[in-house]
């Protein structure tokens, strides 16, 4: 399965089609071409991942979600 759910394109990633290597090599090429693009994709995909897939942050989602839960009688 692809990450393409985890990231919104052109925001913090250059997001292809499975299984498209013509689409991967025009994305790589973009990427190598435009430093700008580079820099500005990798800073946010940077704080997309550590906003919402660090560890902390989805062990306190997964938290969250098992206290809430209803409770099991003994």
């Known amino acids: 399965q692809s990450a393409s759910h985890a990231f919104t394109p052109e925001a913090d990633a250059l ?3 499975d299984n498209d ?3 991967f090599a025009a994305a790589a090429l ?3 071409q ?3 693009l580079r820099a500005r994709l990798g800073a946010a995909a940077r704080a997309t991942v ?3 897939h660090a ?3 989805v062990a306190a989602r997964l938290d ?3 206290r809430a839960l ?3 009688p003994a």
């Open 15 to 17: 997001v292809v089609p």
């Open 21 to 23: 290597p013509d689409a």
């Open 30 to 32: 973009r990427l190598l």
């Open 34 to 36: 435009d430093a700008p």
């Open 50 to 52: 550590e906003s919402r």
């Open 55 to 57: 560890i902390s942050v």
């Open 64 to 66: 969250a979600e098992l």
């Open 70 to 72: 209803p409770s099991r």
